[in-house]
Nanobody, 111 residues
């Protein structure tokens, strides 16, 4: 049984930073694409960043230059470093690993 557990969310002032972690356990295929998504109230879930098994990354235009996705295959953990946070980044952030999803972690950015 694969489980994903996100952590690292919280409340931060605009301009601040947070690092989200997504720890995978169980029979995880380490070369799967890992994605970070977010969903704000009243909005659809949107892709924030993605990293393939070969390390190719892809970012939403709204976070380019501010967020960085990475993955440590040895630890079966993915990360999302978020710098220069803005109030519009406020959302629940979810990680996906292949077809599996975590439970989400809340990120709130105050102005």
């Amino acid at each position: 049984q694969v489980q994903l557990v996100e952590s690292g969310g919280g409340l931060v002032q605009a301009g601040g930073s947070l690092r989200l972690s997504c720890a995978a356990s169980g029979s995880i295929f380490k070369l799967h694409t890992v994605g970070w998504y977010r969903q704000a109230p009243g909005n659809q879930r949107e892709l924030v960043a993605q990293i393939t098994g070969l390390g190719t990354t892809n970012y939403a235009d709204s976070v380019k230059g501010r967020f960085t996705i990475s993955k440590d295959n040895a630890k079966s953990t993915a990360y999302l470093q978020m710098n220069g946070l803005k109030p519009e980044d406020t959302a629940v952030y979810y990680c996906s690993w292949g077809t599996k999803w975590g439970q989400g972690t809340q990120v709130t950015v105050s102005s």
